[in-house]
């Protein structure tokens, strides 16, 4: 960034500060703490969090360093507050796709045309835009993702939220704006599916792997001393033999 648009030493300063303000604040609400859901504990950690976000912005835009704190990212939910006995949930679902065969996708799209009658007019095959609204009208969600690479797709990210109500929506009610009006204190769970968590398992296993590489021990020439197996068993052999070369018979034990 410019240096017009780099932050003061003040700034920089002041957020450090505050930072040391939210710590003590949220260290008195966990001393004070009425129960494992307490709201102010919440409410202190939250603002713990986003001070050390805002100084570990400015201390890097000013001079290039970071902090060893972890911050939380912003899928992070509150405490659930919504009834203890749901009479009723919602599962809102989302998945990405990347277009990664346009052709791939096209071609499908023209056998669902020729497969039938009641498809929408000819042509609708032809581009990307009417390939998916064939694709996704004549097959099922769950379908496309078990079978998207069939489809030229990519998967991205997804995310699965149950949500809990005190009674079933009316019919119709919510279809103008089905993912407006959700209350983040009410999901009973989620499920995230993302390369990112991929990566961080990835990582892990070559550490362990390294781990275990340097434990194993090396000849000379940088090579594990294994046992000579064709020795050992050369001299099984000859040990076996009598003088004649025939196999010694085993006597058993009187």
């Known amino acids: 960034m410019s240096d017009a648009a780099q932050p003061t030493a003040a700034e920089v300063r002041a957020a450090a500060e505050a930072v040391k303000t939210a710590l003590d604040r949220h260290l008195a609400a966990v001393e004070r703490r009425s129960g494992e859901e307490d709201p102010a504990v919440y409410d202190a950690f939250n ?15 000013r001079y290039d360093e970071v902090t060893p704190f972890e911050i939380p990212g912003e899928d992070t939910l509150p405490p659930y507050t ?10 809102l679902i989302r998945r990405d796709y ?18 039938d009658e009641d498809a929408p007019g000819a042509g609708a095959s032809g581009t990307v ?3 998916l609204g064939l694709l996704f009208g004549e097959f099922e969600p769950d379908e496309i993702a078990s079978r998207h690479k069939e489809f030229g797709l990519e998967e991205g990210d997804s995310t699965l939220w149950v949500t809990a109500a005190d009674e079933s929506a009316e019919p119709g009610e919510w279809l103008e ?23 961080e398992f990835d990582d892990g296993d070559e550490e362990e792997e390294e781990e275990e ?7 000379e020439d940088g090579e594990a001393d294994l046992p000579d197996l064709d020795e050992d ?9 009598d003088e004649d070369g025939e196999p010694a018979r085993l006597e058993a034990d009187r």
């Not at 919504?82 to 599962?91: D, T």
């Not at 590489?213 to 000849?219: A, I, L, Q, V």
């Open 47 to 61: 603002e713990l969090a986003a001070a050390a976000e805002a100084y570990d912005e400015l201390l890097y835009d």
């Open 82 to 91: 919504g009834p203890e006995e749901p009479s009723a949930l919602s599962v």
């Open 98 to 115: 990347a277009v990664a065969e346009p052709q791939r996708l096209m071609a499908q799209a023209r056998r669902v045309e020729a497969a």
């Open 129 to 131: 835009h009417g390939a």
């Open 177 to 199: 704006a089905p993912f407006e009006e959700v209350d983040p204190e009410r999901v009973v769970c989620r499920f995230d599916v993302s390369a990112v968590f991929d990566e």
């Open 213 to 219: 590489d340097e434990g194993e021990g090396e000849g």
């Open 233 to 241: 068993l050369d001299t099984d052999l000859d040990r076996d033999l």
